[in-house]
């Protein structure tokens, strides 16, 4: 048997007037997702636990079928696995955007999406600038996503830098930032990094080479999503599966690292609406040829919603669904001994640009899959089925272990 989810990051979304009082899914053409609505079942499930933070790190790692209540320690201790960086026990990670700040306003946290190419230039400059100040080492990620590893100080115990309030930038463009700079024990040591950043980024080359072609530089760090080492059971273990994990982001890498499953690196995977779709899907067909379970990630609807742009979102849904769903319902077709399950993560919503929690759709098909009268893919249909998983993390139990698997297993009857 051959298990695949196929994760549109921050698809879920709220009615909007934009749409015509219909969610950024409903409003895409999803033929695919349609199908496998209409082949199997689609309904709701809670990825994010009442309480927790509405993030990709808590989301993703419910749908890989990980209680996050249990294991989740940070979301830069996740990325940090997938870069190979053993954390000791007095260090932290932090995840450290670079982002583009304009007279103390969240311009983009994306620093108009920067290459890797650039940012790693950036990035050794701050390394090498930092040093003699600060405890802390810099990992070059992908794009504006990076790492940075700071070991424990007497001016900055572990336990003081977990317990800081650090504001994820992506919740708060186009807003001042003063409010939601880092609050709590280890506050001081984190803006004094901040602000120490500033001048090393301002009158670099590579900014300086962005501003004259017209695009936004990199003004500063901005650390946040700290966390200890993950520690997850493995998926032979769990489910006795062997896997492979396709994303463009560290995150969903690291917890396939965690996950002792194969990460699988496609050079052209961007984390935008530029990615190579193409690509991704080919390595997920070569994956399967060789392991039991695929997990294949798109980031891009979640980042057009960062964006506030609805025109965005429902192009990148309908990539999602042409380029990357199609493909596997195709492999469907000709490997019957399969399900396929597609999902997002969370919501991330147009209409404040950032994530929240909430049950969102989900729908499967394939072998031993039982049928319901479900025939498209989005939130109102999926209200609309009696199905709805509120422990998330159980969706992917009964998707992998239950043979067959009835209305009722999910329904938890």
Known sequence: MKYIVLLGDGMADHPLDACGGRTAIEAARTPNMDR????GCSGLFCPVPEGMPPGSDVGNLSVFGYDPRKVFSGRAAIEAANQGIALAEDEVAFRCNLVSLDHGTMKDFTSGHITTEEARLLVESLNEALADRFPIRLYTGVSYRHTGVIKATAAASVDQMVATECEPPHNITGQAC????????AAGLLRDLMDASVPVLRDHPVNLKRIEAGKLPATSLWPWGQGRALTLESYRDRFGL????ISAVDLVKGIGVC?????????GATGWIDTDYEGK????LDALARHDFLYLHVEAPDEAAHQGSVELKVQAIEQFDARIVG?????LNTHPDTRLLATPDHFTLISTKTHAGGPVPFAMCGAGVEQDSSTRYGERDARASDIL?????LLTHRFIKDNPLPLAALRGE
């Open 389 to 393: 998983i509120t422990d998330g993390y």
């Open 281 to 284: 899907v080919a390595a997920g």
């Open 259 to 267: 996950a002792g499953l194969e990460v699988i690196n496609v050079p």
């Open 327 to 331: 493909p596997f319902l195709e492999y």
């Open 178 to 185: 003063a409010p939601y700079l880092p609050k709590g024990p």
């Open 36 to 39: 496998i609505a209409a082949l």
């Open 242 to 245: 062997s896997g492979a994990v």
